[in-house]
């Protein structure tokens, strides 16, 4: 946001702009670790669940069944690695598109706001 505001760019579009740049990496890289390991994102997941019983757990259930993340040991299902690769992929090119989005519209939110 500092760099964009030091580059001329209106506070408002620095703003919006750098909070979601600085956002949209967390996606990408979330994406890209279901990608290359699908088992290891499932038991954090689930642990991550079982020990905080909170508002969660309705999208928890949700969630589950589109994967097929369900069952005692559900990391080792082909069906939900391959349902949470997918999903990793389609996560990550929806992040990166936000982020070539961002960049490209900012101009445009610039000349708007000003």
């Given at each position: 946001?500092?760099?964009?505001?030091?580059?001329?760019?209106?506070?408002?579009?620095?703003?919006?702009?750098?909070?979601?740049?600085?956002?949209?990496?967390?996606?990408?890289?979330?994406?890209?670790?279901?990608?290359m390991a699908p088992?290891?994102?499932?038991?954090r997941r689930e642990r991550?669940?079982?020990?905080?019983?909170?508002?969660?757990?309705?999208?928890?259930?949700?969630?589950?069944?589109?994967?097929?993340?369900?069952?005692?040991?559900?990391?080792?299902?082909?069906?939900?690695?391959?349902?949470?690769?997918?999903?990793?992929?389609?996560?990550?090119?929806?992040?990166?598109?936000?982020?070539?989005?961002?960049?490209?519209?900012?101009?445009?939110?610039?000349?708007?706001?000003?």
């Open positions: 946001m500092i760099v964009l505001l030091r580059q001329g760019h209106a506070p408002a579009a620095a703003l919006g702009v750098g909070v979601l740049l600085g956002l949209l990496p967390k996606g990408v890289i979330g994406g890209l670790s279901a990608v088992g290891w994102v499932i038991r991550t669940i079982a020990e905080n019983a909170s508002w969660r757990r309705p999208i928890h259930g949700l969630y589950s069944q589109a994967l097929a993340i369900e069952g005692p040991h559900p990391w080792d299902s082909s069906t939900a690695r391959q349902r949470v690769r997918l999903y990793g992929l389609v996560r990550a090119a929806v992040c990166l598109l936000g982020m070539g989005v961002l960049v490209l519209i900012l101009p445009l939110m610039d000349q708007a706001l000003r």
